[in-house]
């Protein structure tokens, strides 16, 4: 093998070597931008607990939402205000001062989310 093909080979391998095995892409690990959901219109896909400001025109300013394999936990806080609620399933939804939250999918370890208003 000549030394320039040997050198190459080796920087190849050495790049590669840097990539754990079983190593995700950035984008299939990224978390979700829950700063989207500020106006209360987003799609999120989340894998556990998720807490985010929203538009104090909603009364509340801060939504919090978790999820098991049967339904998805919702809770709204704000200066004064509380409220919470739970639906079931996938399909499902509840809606909360003008925010509708609705299930597009749900399973054990993931939940995907749309807020709409209106």
């Known amino acids: 093998m000549s030394g320039r093909i040997r050198t190459a080979a080796l920087a190849v391998a050495m790049s590669l070597a840097l990539v754990p095995a079983g190593a995700t ?8 931008n829950l700063r989207a959901c500020y106006d209360g219109n987003c799609k999120i896909s989340i894998t556990k607990k998720v807490s985010f400001r929203v538009d104090p025109s909603f009364v509340f300013t801060k939504l919090t939402l978790s999820f098991n394999a049967n339904g998805v936990h919702v809770k709204a806080s704000g200066p004064g205000v509380s409220g919470s609620g ?9 809606t909360i001062n003008g925010i509708t939250i609705y299930a597009l999918s ?9 807020l709409t208003t209106g």
């Not at 892409?25 to 979700?32: E, F, G, L, R, Y």
């Not at 739970?86 to 509840?94: A, L, M, P």
């Open 25 to 32: 892409t950035a984008s299939a690990a990224a978390k979700p």
């Open 106 to 114: 749900l399973s054990k370890k993931r939940a995907v989310l749309r």
């Open 86 to 94: 739970y639906f079931s399933g996938r399909g499902g939804s509840y």
